[in-house]
């Protein structure tokens, strides 16, 4: 069964721009959820997308975005990209929200910003 | 206001010896509490759950305990293994309050050989 996919793995952009990265989930599972790891901050929680609708967001500004398509891939959006967005964007996959089922990982989008 | 947290950065054990790695949260609606496991490069493993409802989980060498009246939780690993050195992150979330998952910032687990 194949696991969460995350693309691209790596990503390198400059200050102002803006990025899209891609995450595909567990096939079966309709939940999405995005976070940012940094370092000594452990995961920090974006938002969560579940039949198209976001059903949380996390405390980070209007600059970040997502949505989810009807076969439940998702896509996460940063514009004018700042220094500090440098962090690997965590991607998780559940069935559904309402279940007590963990949430599955992806590899991560190591995203740098020079 | 951290939710979840994970007071120790690291901790050394001797492998075939007992790892014990705790965590507190301060939200008494949390009712679901996950622990992950991370290697470099790669993202987190779910390990081990338990529900509100219970006070201890075990699957294999891995048991989680749960004391909601002290608002913590702890792994223990036995016996620890050389490969069980990763960073471990504790994780807790309401699902009868809508929360999404909280995470703790992790401890860093070196078992030596």
């Known amino acids: 069964k194949a696991g969460v996919t995350q693309t691209p793995r790596y990503l390198i952009k400059t200050r102002g721009q803006q990025v899209t990265l891609s995450c595909s989930p567990i096939?079966?599972?309709?939940?999405v959820s995005w976070y940012q790891q940094t370092p000594g901050q452990g995961l920090q929680f974006l938002f969560e997308?579940?039949?198209?609708?976001?059903?949380n967001k996390g405390n980070f500004p209007g600059r970040f975005s997502g949505r989810q398509f009807s076969n439940s891939r998702s896509e996460m959006n940063v514009s004018t990209l700042e220094l500090g967005d440098s962090a690997l964007y965590l991607c998780?996959?559940?069935?559904?929200?309402?279940?007590?089922?963990?949430?599955?990982f992806g590899d991560g989008t190591r995203l740098s910003i020079l | 206001d951290q939710q979840v947290k994970q007071n120790s950065p690291s901790l050394s054990v001797q492998e075939g010896r007992i790892s014990i790695l705790n965590c507190d949260y301060t939200?008494?609606?949390?009712?679901?509490f996950l622990w992950y496991k991370k290697y470099p490069a790669e993202g987190p493993t779910f390990l081990i759950s338990i529900s509100s409802i219970k006070d201890k989980n075990e699957d294999g060498r891995f048991t989680v305990f749960l004391n909601k009246s002290a608002k913590h939780l702890s792994l223990h690993i036995v016996p620890s293994q050389p490969g069980d050195s990763a960073v471990y992150f504790c994780a807790a979330r309401s699902y009868s309050g809508n929360t999404p998952l909280v995470f703790g910032k992790g401890t860093r687990l070196s078992v030596i050989a």
């Open positions: 997308y579940f039949s198209e609708t976001q059903r």
């Open positions: 939200n008494s609606m949390f009712d679901y």
């Open positions: 998780a996959s559940s069935r559904d929200p309402g279940s007590n089922q963990p949430q599955h």
């Open positions: 096939s079966g599972h309709r939940s």
